[in-house]
């Protein structure tokens, strides 16, 4: 390269550098590319971070959730044994129209039909009854009178379980225009039934008579593990129940179509 041409060569660079050209880096974007590149990293390791901490508070919420359930769970259950344990039937019974007995539990059907004979009503429906067991049979087990049990006791064939039974009563209580009901069932029994009846039959007067065949008003269900298991399985049942009754429910589910078919004497 001639002088000439280096001069030439060195003045056009100087000439860049007059108008702001040139700098101390090669790359005059260089620092801000690499602070947002920075930034990036930043944020995505803070992200990173948070993960866990929202995974642990879902946990925690989720514990807390399960704690609270289950100490609600074991707290209405205590209160549930205590009310059936003192559950007795009434010393004095005001007459009604009808007796409902639902099956199931021993002394049921006996208790109904003293019931009838004192009086107490005027028929009597025992729902629930296994569809090959014969009239007479049920006579003959309760020892009640031909001629009572023939003209005031209908049977009901066709319930299979404790809303099958309100749901035959609530039709038999409605074909004979009855305001007033007797229901009969085991003490366990009776705050599910009572709660499955007044569902379906708001307006009528339902009086409990519960049959107490354990006394167990002493507390001693807790030491027995017969009795302990019979009150859990009706607790999870009735708490069942009443959460299905917090469901939408269409108007008019259930029909008061009259006397179902399996309604009969015979």
Known sequence: MTPKQFSRTDSFGNALCSQG??????????PSTYGKMTGIAI???DTSLRRPRRVRMALRLLLTAF????ALYIGGFGLFADHVAHLRAPAELNPAD?????TGGQSRIDTGMDLLKAGKAKRLLISGVNPIARV??????????????????????VALNTVGNAQESAKWVSANTYGSIIVVTNNYHMPRSLL??????PNADLQPYPVVNTPLDDGSWISKPDAMRVLLIEYSKYVAALARGLLPTRDGAVPFEGLSTAIAHK
């Not at 050209?21 to 260089?30: G, K, N």
């Not at 009808?98 to 639902?102: C, R, S, T």
């Not at 001629?147 to 064939?157: K, M, Q, S, T, Y």
């Open 43 to 45: 944020t995505s390791a």
């Open 67 to 70: 704690s609270l359930t289950v």
């Open 98 to 102: 009808g007796i409902v007995v639902l």
């Open 196 to 201: 499955e009846m007044r569902r379906i039959l």
């Open 21 to 30: 050209a040139c700098s101390d880096s090669p790359l005059p974007q260089l």
């Open 136 to 157: 007479d049979d049920l006579r003959l087990a309760t020892g009640s009178d031909r001629a009572l049990f023939n003209c005031c006791v209908d049977i009901d064939r």
